[in-house]
C-alpha cells in the first residue's frame, strides 16, 4: 500500500513538473520507462525468489 502511494506521488509530481515546464518531455518519458522496467524486473525476481522458498515443500 504504502509503495503504490509513494509511486503515485511520485507519478504526479513528474506529471505537474512536466506541465510547469521545469524538465524536458523526453527525459522524463525515458526515466518513467527505465524505472517502470527496473519495476517489473524486481517484482519478477523477488515472485521467483518466493516461490522457489515454497518448492521444497511441495
Do not use: C, H, R
Amino acid at each position: 500500500m504504502v509503495t503504490v502511494l509513494g509511486t503515485s506521488m511520485v507519478l504526479f509530481t513528474v506529471m505537474y513538473a512536466e506541465k510547469k515546464g521545469w524538465v524536458d518531455k523526453e527525459k522524463v518519458k525515458v526515466v518513467m520507462q527505465v524505472g517502470m522496467n527496473v519495476g517489473i524486473l524486481g517484482s519478477l525476481l523477488y515472485f521467483l525468489y518466493t516461490l522457489s522458498s515454497f518448492l521444497p515443500f511441495l
